[in-house]
């Protein structure tokens, strides 16, 4: 069974760091399109960042430069570190996996993957 698990998550002050973590079991993470999506209260679930292949990714324009999504397929672990955070990133992280390949102008399509996490909360505040 494929699963995921989140965990990193906390308070920050507008300006700081986190790194979030997602733990895959019971697949080939090297050979699935991995990807952390955000919901805020009251909005839609947000595509942030995507990789896939031999490492290439997409991110989010409102997380470029800001925040790195990498993987570490021996370990079997997705990571996103998150720099200067603002208010506005405040929201339940998720990571997701799906089986490749997957068109590219869908990757941020919460429709797109097939396993996800239970999230994780982040919040920011100014």
């Known amino acids: 069974q494929v699963q995921l698990v989140e965990s990193g998550g906390g308070s920050v002050e507008a300006g700081g760091s986190l790194t979030l973590s997602c733990a895959a079991s019971g697949y080939s993470s090297s050979r699935y399109y991995m990807a952390w999506f955000r919901q805020a209260p009251g909005k839609e679930r947000e595509g942030i960042a995507t990789?896939?292949?031999?490492?290439?990714?997409v991110y989010a324009d409102s997380v470029k430069g800001r925040f790195t999504i990498s993987q570490d397929n021996t370990e079997n672990t997705l990571l996103l570190q998150m720099t200067s955070l603002k208010p506005e990133d405040t929201a339940i992280y998720y990571c997701?996996?799906?089986?490749?390949?997957?068109?590219?102008?869908?990757?941020?399509?919460?429709?797109?993957?097939?396993?996800w996490g239970q999230g994780t909360q982040v919040t920011v505040s100014s």
């Open positions: 997701a996996a799906a089986p490749g390949p997957r068109t590219m102008s869908r990757l941020f399509r919460a429709d797109t993957y097939n396993y």
């Open positions: 990789i896939y292949q031999a490492s290439g990714t």
